[in-house]
């Protein structure tokens, strides 16, 4: 018996009998996978960073200090991003695991380790997830929040509650686009992104994707999540904005041909910032996982470009180093 979407709402575009779909065409052709994985074998890549893997760490790493209790945001690698507001603790897509795949021993590896772990938080409220691929939900980092927090709330899109009740998560919100969660001043969000989702070869599409707007007295921040450039997107300022914080995507974009339905590359988040207002803006989605043709030290690099092609390098849409962590208490002034 084929498989029907128990969350499907024919009023809703996103939405099919079969699961969910991005609100664009998908350009991919049949055997376009094959054809990129052909040429990447080919031609080698991607090739390491200029100056190597350690000379990339030592420049690009540190490890996260969570002291102070100011309200705090850090860049823990990738897509992982942790927030500190008025004493609670939120992580977003905490993959912090050595592989992004589902074999311990195969699958990308991470060339820059996480950094922290699990039991230097001194408390989790909130997990907010994003999509279903194993660089934003791994399975290791989600048993270890659930050991260590056996009460903190999940917030996952649609498709995904049963994955996380399977795996002993007590208090677990699933959400269409659109769809809040509220406690007190704290409003979570989840909202449209242009991705797709895939664990298994059988469940393709068979959960939603989504980016996630975290709003408190201090932030209005975007978390863009995994998503390739569209302007449907400027929807979610229109409706939600202005934002005073943003982590867009600005890796895993090569080749363009391939990767432009699903990946961002830094001359479409910079258009994206700049429509968006040009609010603080972390580079996210690199510096981890080799999983596009491009260079590890790459998207700095090409970021930068991108800004001064747009005449508009304010020092608020720049790279940080993983780990590194800003306070949000003056953010609306910072290098602007």
């Avoid at 009998?17 to 094959?34: A, I, S, T, V, Y």
């Avoid at 990738?78 to 074999?103: E, G, K, T, V």
Wanted: aromatic share 12%; charged share 25%; hydrophobic share 40%.
């Amino acid at each position: 018996m084929a498989w029907k979407n128990p969350w499907y709402d024919a009023s809703k575009a996103h939405h099919t009998p079969e699961g969910f779909c991005n609100l664009e065409p998908d350009p991919r052709q049949p055997g376009d996978l094959d054809r990129w994985r052909k040429e990447r074998k080919a031609q080698g890549l991607p090739f390491p960073p200029q100056n190597g893997y350690e000379a990339f760490k030592a420049n690009w790493f540190q490890s996260a200090d969570l002291s102070g209790d100011d309200d705090r945001v850090w860049w823990l690698g990738h897509a992982a991003m942790l927030l500190r507001l008025n004493q609670r603790y939120l992580l977003i897509d905490p993959a912090l695991s050595l592989r992004a795949s589902p074999l311990p021993f195969a699958g990308p590896k991470r060339k820059t380790p996480a950094p922290l772990r699990i039991s230097q938080l001194p408390r989790l409220d909130y997990v907010l997830i994003s999509h279903n691929h194993y660089d934003h939900l791994d399975l290791t980092t989600v048993k270890r929040i659930i050991q260590r927090f056996p009460e903190v709330t999940f917030l996952v899109p649609l498709g995904l509650e049963t994955w996380f009740r399977r795996r002993g998560a007590r208090h677990v919100y699933p959400l269409d686009w659109w769809q809040s969660q509220r406690e007190n001043d704290l409003t979570l969000t989840a909202v449209p992104a242009r991705h797709w989702s895939m664990r298994t070869l059988k469940d393709r599409n068979r959960s939603l994707w989504c980016g996630w707007v975290i709003r408190s007295e201090a932030v209005n921040f975007w978390f863009s999540g995994d998503s390739g450039f569209s302007e449907n997107l400027a929807e979610i300022p229109r409706r939600l904005g202005p934002f005073n914080l943003a982590a867009l995507p600005t890796g895993a974009y090569a080749p363009k041909w391939f990767m432009q339905s699903s990946h961002m590359d830094p001359d479409h988040a910079v258009s994206l910032w700049r429509l968006m207002g040009q609010p603080l803006t972390i580079p996210v989605h690199w510096g981890v996982f080799e999983l596009a043709d491009e260079s590890l030290d790459e998207p700095p690099v090409e970021l930068s470009r991108a800004i001064a092609r747009s005449g508009e390098d304010n020092g608020r849409f720049a790279p940080w180093k993983i780990g590194e962590g800003r306070s949000l208490r003056n953010i609306d002034q910072e290098k602007s």
